[in-house]
C-alpha cells in the first residue's frame, strides 16, 4: 500500500476521530505500523482495510488471507516500549507478519471513546430504545471539545423498567447473555452511566441508577448495588464490537465505495464466552 494511500485512510479515521480527542496520559493512539512503501514503487493497490476490536494472532492471520493492506485495530497492540521484536511473544508475532505482509495498523481507542457520535452516544442510543432522553452529558470531558469526553451521564424524562433496558442492550448489541446485578426486582431507573470497555474508573463519584459498562470489578458491582443501583456488563469488547459497522460505513463514505473496500472481522471475539 503505498505511503499516499496509507495517508488517506489515517486522514479518513482522524476526520472523524480525531487523535486530540485520545487520552494520550496511557493510551498509544495513532499509525502504530507505518508498512507503506513510497509512491514510486508502487503498482498501483486497491485499499483493503480490515476492522477489529482487537488484534490478535487469529486476526493478522484474517488479514493477511484476505489480502487487507491496512488495519484500523480499536485497541492498541503495541502499548509500551519495544526493546526486542520476537516471535516467542504471541504479539509481537503478529506484528512481525505484519510488516513482512505489508499491512499498516492504526488504533484509535480512546478518541472513539471520547467523540460525540462516538461509541459511548452508540451505547446510549442502544440502551435508551423506546425512551425519550431529557440529557446525555461526558462524564469526564474533554478540555478542549467539551460536548466530548469519556462516558455519559444520561437522564431519561419518565422511569425505565431495567427488564426493558436489559432486552434493549441484548438487542442492540447483539448479545443473547449479559450480567445484571439487580438493585431489585422491578427495578426502575431514571438516569444511567455509560462506559464502553471498563467503566470503573469513570464511574468513581458519579451517582447513577443503572451502571452499563462491558466490565467492573466483583467489588465495584457489589458497592453499586449495595448503595441501590443496578449493573449491566457485556464482557469489555462487546460493548465495542457493534459501533465497528459505524465505522465502516463512515470509512466508505469519506473515501468512495469505488475506492476502498473496508470489511469486519470475522474472527475478532470477546476472550470469553457463556458456556
Known amino acids: 500500500m503505498s505511503r499516499n494511500s496509507v495517508k488517506k485512510v489515517v486522514g479518513a479515521i482522524q476526520k472523524f476521530y ?18 507503506s512503501y513510497e509512491d514510486s514503487e508502487a ?6 482495510v480490515l476492522l477489529t476490536i482487537d488484534l490478535t494472532q487469529a486476526v493478522a492471520d484474517e488479514a493477511i488471507l484476505k489480502r487487507a493492506n491496512f488495519i484500523m485495530a480499536y485497541h492498541p497492540f503495541i502499548f509500551r516500549g519495544l526493546k526486542s521484536i520476537t516471535p516467542a511473544d504471541p504479539q509481537q508475532r503478529s506484528l512481525i507478519k505484519l510488516i513482512q505482509n505489508r499491512i499498516s495498523v492504526y488504533s484509535p481507542h480512546t478518541a472513539v471513546d471520547s467523540q460525540r457520535g462516538g461509541v459511548n452516544d452508540f451505547l446510549v442510543k442502544g440502551i435508551t430504545q423506546g425512551f425519550h432522553v431529557e440529557s446525555s452529558v461526558p462524564i469526564e470531558q474533554d478540555a478542549v ?71 467492573l470489578s466483583h467489588h465495584e ?21 457493534a459501533f ?15 475506492n476502498v473496500d473496508v470489511i469486519i472481522s470475522e474472527t475478532d471475539k470477546d476472550p470469553f464466552k457463556v458456556v
Open 18 to 35: 480525531p487523535i486530540s480527542l485520545a487520552d494520550k496520559t496511557w493510551d498509544n493512539t495513532g499509525l502504530l505500523v507505518d508498512s
Open 43 to 48: 503498482i498501483s493497490t486497491p485499499i483493503k
Open 145 to 215: 471539545e467539551t460536548d466530548c469526553g469519556m462516558g455519559r451521564l444520561v437522564a431519561l424524562t419518565d422511569h425505565a423498567n431495567l427488564g426493558d433496558l436489559i432486552a434493549n442492550v441484548k438487542s442492540s448489541l447483539g448479545l443473547t447473555h449479559i450480567q445484571v446485578a439487580s438493585a431489585s426486582d422491578n427495578h426502575q431507573v431514571k438516569t444511567i452511566a455509560v462506559c464502553a470497555g471498563s467503566g470503573g474508573g469513570v464511574f468513581k463519584g458519579i451517582k447513577a441508577d443503572l451502571y452499563y459498562t462491558g466490565e
Open 221 to 241: 458491582a457489589l458497592y453499586f448495588k449495595e448503595s441501590g443501583s443496578s449493573v449491566i456488563c457485556c464482557n469489555h469488547s462487546n460493548t465495542e464490537r
Open 244 to 258: 465497528l459497522k459505524v465505522i465502516k460505513q463512515q470509512l466508505i463514505e469519506e473515501l468512495g465505495e469505488d
